[in-house]
């Protein structure tokens, strides 16, 4: 059985599933909201270390405007009311990607880091503006600036995920089978399932039908 500490998960669909079953895409983003609930509580029932949900890509500013704004008061809105219930069920927030939202945003999302710094149960990097190319050069600038030696280890120190285990898999739900530039380093070796529902129809029994199919792969590195 393959031991399991990090899962990485792309919420694809969103937007269909609005359109489909609600009059509007932003329907759509809200319903995703309670399929990451769902996913939080059952990581945490099977014992899952850290878990990281692509939220908003670098690339997801070339939205309308109207959508972006849609999402940032959603994320606002999730944070101000379910803060403190993450902080008793001893999840820790940590934001990969780069803050430069709006003042308000940004500062609501350093308090929740701070606030959540000491637990230890879950780690949720939420990325946000995250983008793996970006993480990568900026990366490269750094061990250049610092006169480092190039290796993986100087690379890595200088990553947005600096301290995290890789993770072992990584779900895409929405039907489409591409990475958008999330984690492209990270998931070098990881595990890849591509799911066809849409996130907001996705449940905690897709995911443990993942969770036990992940367990049984025989996992090579290379090796035979
Ligand atoms: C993913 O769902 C959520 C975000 C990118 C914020 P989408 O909004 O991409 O949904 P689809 O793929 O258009 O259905
Ligand atoms: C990837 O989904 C980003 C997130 C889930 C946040 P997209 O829907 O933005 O990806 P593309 O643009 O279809 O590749
Ligand atoms: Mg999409």
Do not use: C
């Not at 069920?89 to 929740?112: A, T, Y």
């Not at 290796?151 to 600096?162: D, I, P, R, S």
């Amino acid at each position: 059985m393959n031991p399991l500490n990090h899962v990485a998960i792309i919420m694809d669909g969103n937007g269909r599933w609005g359109l489909k079953h609600k009059t509007s895409r932003n329907e759509g983003h809200k319903a995703g909201l309670n399929t990451v609930e769902k996913i939080i509580k059952e990581s945490i029932k099977q014992k899952i270390n850290y878990l990281t949900l692509y939220a908003f890509s670098t690339e997801n500013w070339n939205r309308p405007k109207k959508e972006i704004n849609y999402l940032f008061n959603l994320l606002e809105n999730f944070l101000i009311n379910k803060i403190e219930d993450l902080h008793k069920k001893d999840i820790k927030l940590n934001i990969i990607g780069v803050k430069n939202f709006s003042k308000k945003l940004n500062k609501l999302l350093s308090l929740s880091e701070k606030k959540t710094l000491k637990n230890s149960t879950l780690q949720i990097n939420l990325a946000l503006n995250y983008g793996s190319k970006f993480e990568i050069l900026n990366s490269i600038k750094k061990m250049n600036k610092n006169n480092d030696k190039v290796n993986e280890k100087n690379f890595e120190k200088y990553l947005q995920t600096k301290n995290i285990p890789n993770p072992e898999f990584l779900i895409r739900t929405g039907n489409t089978k591409r990475l958008s530039n999330f984690l492209l380093w990270q998931l070098a070796y990881a595990e890849i399932f591509f799911v066809k529902k849409l996130w907001p129809d996705f449940n905690e029994k897709d995911f443990i039908r993942i969770i036990k199919k992940f367990k049984k792969i025989k996992r090579n590195f290379g090796n035979i």
